[in-house]
Each structure stands twice: as C-alpha cells, then as structure tokens.
C-alpha cells in the first residue's frame, strides 16, 4: 500500500509540476502580447514635409496684398526635398534653388537660406498654399519681376 501511495504521490507531484510550468507558460504568454503596438504618430513636420516632398507646385494664383498679380509669376513652379527647393520661373521671389528648414514643431512656417520667411498657410495633398513678405519691387528689370508687399502663392499639383 505504500508504494501505491507513493506513485500516487509521485504522480500527484508530477501533474502539479506540469500544471505549475503550464501556468507559468501560459502566463508568460499572455504578458508578452501587449496587443498590436501602433506605429508612432508621425510628427506635424513629418506629414507637412510629406506633403512638400510629395511632387512638383504649380502656381495657381498669386496675390500681393490682397490684389491678383498672377501673371507676374506665370508658369512657376516649386519643388521640394527634404532639405532643399528647386523653382522655375520664381525669380527674384523664388530663387532658382535653396535650403529651407521648418521653424517651429507645428510645421506652420520655414526659412529659406536667403533668410526669407516662409508661413505654410495650407498644405494638402493636391494644394498648397504659402506667405511671405518681399520688400522689392523689381518690376521691368527683365525676366526676374516683383512686387513689394505680402504674397500669397496657391499651388496645385
């Protein structure tokens, strides 16, 4: 009887031994699924800078001071990298090539290499939209023509 006891020990102890490693299993199991991690919100300067790099702006329109003078800037067109811009028909507002670099976290605005201050006033997929202050008029000096004052550039895409 004693050894009858004994292997039903023995077998009492083995299965809480393989319920204990079971349970232990298991419940490393179920610790290590957090569920799916979510990739990181991408920062506002990452999805506006998407959108800049995202191909080339054709102008739609351009107002200076509130009044049209798209015409002055017919044919311009902007295109971005992460670090620089290249323009075609820009000058003297829109340099044929630069740097530009966001200042603030909100991705509201960027300074180009020149020191002009661009404000991002819309940026969408298929539209953008940007400020700046010129304080030349350049008006009959050939090719390269402005206006002084606050510009407001539309561009598609």
Not at 20 to 33: N, R, T
Not at 113 to 135: F, H, M, P, Q, R
Request: with cysteine; net charge negative.
């Amino acid at each position: 009887m004693i050894q009858i006891q004994f292997k039903s020990a023995r077998i009492s102890d083995f299965s809480k031994l393989i319920f204990f490693v079971a349970l232990v299993g298991a419940l490393l199991f179920v610790s290590g699924c957090k569920g799916k991690s979510e990739d990181p919100k991408p920062s506002k300067q990452d999805e506006v800078q998407a959108i800049l790099i995202s191909g080339n702006w054709r102008i739609q329109t351009v107002t200076v001071d509130g009044v049209d003078e798209t015409d002055i800037y017919e044919g311009l067109t902007l295109r971005f990298t992460a670090t620089n811009y290249t323009s075609t028909n820009g000058l003297p507002v829109w340099p044929t090539s630069g740097t530009w670099v966001f200042t603030n976290e909100a991705a509201t605005a960027f300074e180009r290499n020149d020191g002009v201050l661009v404000e991002i006033l819309e940026a969408a997929s298929t539209s953008l939209k940007l400020g700046l202050a010129w304080d030349e008029t350049t008006i009959g000096s050939g090719r390269a023509s402005s206006v002084e004052g606050d510009h407001v550039f539309s561009f598609v895409k």
